[in-house]
């Protein structure tokens, strides 16, 4: 099982910042295999970037994601209000499927 | 415009069964996989289980070995999760998920999820 670190646990920013986010993978994982979900409270989660770096239709332009083998990043270049949430990574190269245990990102 | 529609919230005794449905419009159901993946309070996502509707093929995670079973009804286009030996720690938010139909599918990621399903396991 390829298990997904995502540090840090939690982030305190403000609005405008600029934030990266990591995941880092116990075995390699193919670029095209890793996805960043968005998820706040009550919510369902939302896909923010797949196969590493590609944004689906109506993520905004600020969401980038890079990353290869075992390092992958999410980054958010200006905080907006709504971004504060928990991100998760995802793996899904064969099986099992795995996610990371989450960043918060919280306003200061 | 592709849904997917969970069964409602449920409470149950430990030792017990709970079935949640998924039924899924708006695109080729047999042309995809499901996923299932809970989130227990304050905790974070954790995947349980994919079946694939296009080819006869399922896995669970090994957390989940002999109390997850994953289910499609092509008829219905509804996919199933039934958790056996319900625990106290099983009580969570349940998601069905459309994934790809492959184990090895660069299209497995979750575009697309249920609204969630409130499983509360109480005696």
């Known amino acids: 099982e390829t298990v997904l670190t995502q540090f840090p646990g939690t982030l305190s920013l403000s609005p405008g910042d600029r934030v990266s986010l990591s995941c880092r993978a116990s075995?390699?994982?193919?670029?095209?295999?890793v996805a960043w979900y968005q998820k706040k409270p009550g919510q369902t989660p939302r896909l923010l970037m797949y196969?590493?770096?590609t944004r689906p239709t109506g993520i905004p332009d600020r969401f980038s994601g890079s990353g290869s083998g075992t390092d992958f990043t999410l980054t958010i270049t200006s905080l907006e209000p709504e971004d504060f949430a928990v991100y998760y990574c995802h793996q899904y190269y064969g099986s099992p499927h795995t996610f990371g245990g989450g960043t918060k990102v919280e306003m200061k | 415009q592709v849904q997917l529609v969970q069964s409602g919230g449920e409470v149950k005794k430990p030792g017990s069964s709970v079935k949640i449905s998924c039924r899924a419009s708006?695109?080729?159901?047999?042309?995809?996989?499901f996923s299932w993946v809970r989130q227990a309070p304050g905790q974070g996502l954790e995947w349980m289980g994919w079946?694939?509707?296009?080819?006869?093929?399922?896995s669970n995670a090994q957390k989940f070995q002999g109390r997850v079973i994953l289910t499609a009804d092509k008829a219905t286009n509804t996919a199933y999760m039934e958790l056996r030996g319900l625990r106290f720690d099983d009580t969570a938010v349940y998601y069905c998920a459309r994934s790809g139909p492959m184990r090895f599918d660069t299209s497995g990621f979750y575009h697309f999820w249920g609204q969630g399903t409130l499983v509360t396991v109480s005696s």
């Open positions: 075995q390699a994982v193919g670029a095209r295999y």
């Open positions: 079946i694939s509707v296009h080819n006869p093929d399922t």
């Open positions: 708006g695109f080729t159901f047999t042309s995809f996989g």
């Open positions: 196969g590493a770096s």
